[in-house]
């Protein structure tokens, strides 16, 4: 891979079998990590989606009986 410059900061652009590996689309967080000497880690950044988890697994159900009409709560 080949760093380039992109502003003021500098890019890699990763090949195609890496992009395919991990399932990457344009938008996705990566975490970068420096593992030993002259090596890198790169892993896909699940820290959003564990904390989508949690608050989930956090969630109150909500009562079949509770009435939610869109109208209503514009109203006035």
């Known amino acids: 891979m080949q760093v380039s410059r992109w502003g003021n900061s500098l ?3 990763l090949p195609k ?3 395919e590996d991990l399932g990457l689309r344009p938008g996705d967080r990566l975490e970068i990590v420096a593992a030993d000497a002259g090596r890198m880690v790169i892993a ?3 820290r959003r989606a564990r904390a989508v988890e949690r ?3 956090r969630a109150w159900p909500i009562p ?3 009435a939610f009409d869109r109208e209503e709560a ?3």
């Open 11 to 13: 890019a890699v652009r």
């Open 55 to 57: 608050m989930r697994a």
């Open 17 to 19: 079998a890496v992009v």
């Open 64 to 66: 079949e009986e509770l």
């Open 44 to 46: 896909r950044d699940r």
């Open 74 to 76: 514009n109203a006035g």
